[in-house]
Nanobody, 124 residues
Framework: QVQLVESGGGSVQAGGSLRLSCAAF????????MGWFRQAPGKEREGVAT???????TYADSVKGRLAISQDNAKNTLYLQMNSLKPEDSAMYYC??????????????????WGQGTQVTVSS
């Protein structure tokens, strides 16, 4: 059974930075495509960034140039470096594993395993 555990969330002022981590446990083979998602109160969960088994990345337009997804396969850990944070970035952030080689659009419903989330709050 795969377990994903996020950490690194917190409260920062606008313009600040955070680095989220997602540690994967119980992994025998590669998790394949992985992604970061976020959900603000009263809103649907939305994709933030994905990375496939070849290391190719995609980003939501709202975070391009400010957030960066990366992974350390040796440590089974996924990261999200968040710079120039804005109040609208405030949300619960989740990591997820799709268990396929490519992300193929990266829709929320196609991801199989999810972490419990870590809260990010950005004040103006």
């Amino acid at each position: 059974q795969v377990q994903l555990v996020e950490s690194g969330g917190g409260s920062v002022q606008a313009g600040g930075s955070l680095r989220l981590s997602c540690a994967a446990f119980g992994v025998i083979y590669s998790l394949g495509c992985m992604g970061w998602f976020r959900q603000a109160p009263g809103k649907e969960r939305e994709g933030v960034a994905t990375i496939d088994s070849d290391g190719r990345t995609t980003y939501a337009d709202s975070v391009k140039g400010r957030l960066a997804i990366s992974q350390d396969n040796a440590k089974n850990t996924l990261y999200l470096q968040m710079n120039s944070l804005k109040p609208e970035d405030s949300a619960m952030y989740y990591c997820a594993a799709r268990m396929t080689y490519y992300c193929s659009g990266g829709q929320v419903s196609t991801f199989k395993y999810w972490g419990q989330g870590t809260q990010v709050t950005v004040s103006s």
